[in-house]
């Protein structure tokens, strides 16, 4: 009787060790094929916005899972197709008492329609730009920050705007295609494309 519950005591540990050590293995793959993706991109002297519809598709897998490795592959697929992936939260508690009001507004950060009046966005103009570049921020929203990234994805240029004409010099700035987003109480108010020819 002794070898038998000790012969399922063994196999329930042996089944919930192949369990995890499967769950590792998976999120090691995922990783191996991320690491195998970035060094293809390195390798090829291409950022992270010329990927092959491969390796989009790579991603998209890798990014349906809840690993670790797949909130990586999130990250880069919003930043290069701003795909977002649902982000699964706690249920809320039982009903909320009748004291409690309304509900509370959840605005998210990568939205750009948080913003109360959806037809007043920034101006950005001559775009494509040989240099200065105006960004016509309307009155309700002082204080913008604006950041550039190049197309490697990587910061060029940060910003504070302010309501009325700013220019921005960008003659320090390599020919080429650039990202920018612009901000407001941290929250995003615009993000788009600037074309940069000297």
Same mark, same amino acid.
Not at 150 to 173: E, M, P, Y
């Given at each position: ?18 369990? #995890? ?79 409690? &009001? ?21 101006? #950005? ?5 040989? &240099? ?17 990234? &190049? ?16 220019? #921005? ?6 020919? &080429? ?22």
């Amino acid at each position: 009787m002794e070898k038998l519950v000790f012969c399922i005591k063994t196999s329930v540990c042996c089944l919930l060790f192949s369990i #995890v050590c499967m769950a590792t293995t998976q999120d090691d793959q995922f990783f191996k094929q991320l690491c195998t993706i970035k060094r293809d991109l390195a390798q090829s002297n291409r950022s992270i916005f010329e990927l092959t519809t491969a390796e989009i598709a790579i991603l998209t897998n890798i990014a349906n899972y809840r690993t670790r490795t797949s909130f990586e592959a999130q990250a880069i697929l919003y930043l290069v197709q701003q795909r977002e992936f649902p982000v699964q939260m706690e249920h809320l508690p039982a009903p909320l008492p009748a004291y409690a &009001g309304t509900l509370p507004v959840v605005h998210f950060k990568n939205e750009a329609n948080n913003l109360p009046n959806k037809e007043q966005i920034v101006s #950005v103009y001559p775009n494509p730009t040989t &240099g200065n570049v105006h960004f016509d921020v309307p009155v309700p929203y002082t204080d913008c920050q604006l950041i550039l990234y &190049g197309i490697d994805g990587k910061v060029c240029l940060q910003q504070n705007l302010t309501a009325g004409n700013n220019s #921005v010099a960008l003659t320090n700035q390599s020919n &080429g295609l650039y990202y920018y987003t612009i901000y407001y109480k941290g929250n995003l108010l615009q993000r788009s494309k600037l074309i940069l020819v000297k």
